[in-house]
């Protein structure tokens, strides 16, 4: 009797243990480095189960602008969080950038159950020291290796205003910027306005 009962109760939290069923991952092509993050992302959701994974390039499709301006403003996500990537697992739990996917992987294997919804940004490529939680209004940098959960009032570090997150940019953003510049200045040479 007692198996029988020890064996309902494992049943049970396995009924009402969360899993992860979709995620939509808003991409801009324009970044170089995306392609190997996405495919590694793509992997890491199909490893845990979630079967439904749609690309959409928000760059070149309004709707998927429009979609991306939608979500962060429902979670009311601040200029300086948002990523120029946006995984979104099931209409819920936000991941801005390239968010480290093992941090994202336990999360939503171990912790999703105890969040109603989750905004994280890790935006940078490469070595990181920290990623920003933006909970109930409040900004938190938490360390990299400190899993979501652990990020809260009492763990991270509360940045009181946005202007510290202001110069934490990605160089790519940098050099995109650049070539931006020098590419207008191309066209206008070409196109006689400066000679």
């Given at each position: 009797?007692?198996?029988?009962?020890?064996?309902?109760?494992?049943?049970?939290?396995?009924?009402?243990?969360?899993a992860?069923?979709?995620?939509?991952?808003?991409?801009?092509?324009?970044?170089?480095?995306?392609?190997?993050?996405?495919?590694?992302?793509?992997?890491t959701?199909?490893?845990?189960?979630?079967?439904?994974?749609?690309?959409?390039?928000?760059?070149?499709?309004?709707?998927?602008?429009?979609?991306v301006?939608?979500?962060?403003?429902?979670?009311?996500?601040?200029?300086?969080?948002?990523?120029?990537?946006?995984?979104?697992?099931d209409?819920?739990?936000?991941?801005?950038?390239?968010?480290?996917?093992?941090?994202?992987?336990?999360?939503?294997?171990?912790?999703?159950?105890?969040?109603?919804?989750?905004?994280?940004?890790?935006?940078?490529?490469?070595?990181?020291?920290?990623?920003f939680?933006?909970?109930d209004?409040?900004?938190?940098?938490c360390?990299?290796?400190?899993?979501?959960?652990?990020?809260?009032?009492?763990?991270?570090?509360?940045?009181?205003?946005?202007?510290?997150?202001?110069?934490?940019?990605?160089?790519?953003?940098?050099?995109?910027?650049?070539?931006?510049?020098?590419?207008?200045?191309?066209?206008?040479?070409?196109?006689?306005?400066?000679?």
């Amino acid at each position: 009797m007692k198996m029988l009962l020890f064996a309902l109760l494992v049943l049970s939290g396995l009924v009402f243990a969360y899993a992860p069923q979709s995620a939509i991952v808003y991409k801009n092509e324009a970044c170089g480095h995306c392609t190997s993050y996405i495919s590694s992302l793509y992997q890491t959701l199909d490893s845990i189960g979630v079967k439904q994974i749609e690309i959409k390039d928000f760059l070149s499709d309004q709707e998927a602008r429009g979609d991306v301006a939608s979500i962060q403003d429902k979670f009311k996500v601040p200029v300086e969080l948002q990523g120029h990537l946006l995984t979104v697992v099931d209409g819920k739990y936000l991941f801005e950038g390239h968010f480290p996917l093992e941090l994202m992987k336990k999360f939503l294997v171990d912790e999703a159950q105890d969040f109603d919804s989750l905004v994280v940004t890790q935006d940078s490529m490469g070595d990181v020291d920290s990623y920003f939680h933006l909970k109930d209004g409040v900004i938190q940098e938490c360390p990299i290796s400190q899993p979501i959960s652990e990020c809260d009032s009492h763990a991270g570090k509360s940045v009181a205003g946005l202007d510290v997150l202001k110069v934490k940019f990605d160089s790519n953003a940098l050099v995109l910027a650049l070539l931006g510049v020098a590419l207008v200045v191309l066209v206008l040479l070409y196109s006689g306005v400066i000679k």
